[in-house]
């Protein structure tokens, strides 16, 4: 699931509301995009055939980036047009990221939003900050608990 807020863009893992690969940079181009896939693809390795949704955004549609889908074997999928509703996890995380981090900050250099964004995404949001929709537990402590119920279960059978 992609969202671009203005030179940023993040890809997250539906599933448990992490995000796993994001990129900052001065314009929205396809290389903030594409970069944000390659962190995302590197970190989690998904399976061929892996959904990737996007917007109808030009650097989405760019030929360099449905390059770069492809050479990691996933599918691409893009909103309807004209429907919000297709994108709400996305636009979630970026009303929590403005609210509850940019709008309050003056970033005096690029280095400096990106440590703050860091900090943010990686140490706030992914390990500490708690989600309604995943039983008021962090993205990642969510994923943990999975896993750890599936090794459970596969050993009891």
Not at 9 to 34: C, H, Q, Y
Not at 69 to 82: D, E, F, I, P, V
Not at 102 to 121: G, K, N, P, S
């Amino acid at each position: 699931m992609w969202g671009p807020v203005g030179q940023s863009e993040w890809l997250s893992g539906l599933f448990n509301r992490e995000v796993v690969g994001w990129s900052i940079k001065p314009r929205m181009t396809a290389d903030i995009v594409t970069d944000a896939l390659t962190t995302a693809w590197f970190r989690r390795r998904p399976e061929p055939g892996t959904l990737h949704h996007s917007d109808r955004g030009s650097q989405y549609a760019s030929d360099d980036f449905q390059r770069k889908l492809a050479q990691y074997g996933m599918r691409c999928s893009m909103t309807r047009k004209g429907n919000c509703w297709d994108n709400a996890p996305t636009e979630s995380f970026f009303n929590s990221l403005k609210n509850e981090r940019v709008h309050a900050t003056r970033y005096r250099t690029h280095q400096e939003a990106m440590a703050d964004l860091f900090e943010y995404i990686e140490v706030f949001y992914n390990r500490s900050r708690r989600h309604s929709s995943l039983g008021f537990v962090s993205p990642v402590q969510f994923l943990q608990d999975r896993i750890k119920a599936q090794q459970t279960k596969d050993a009891a059978a």
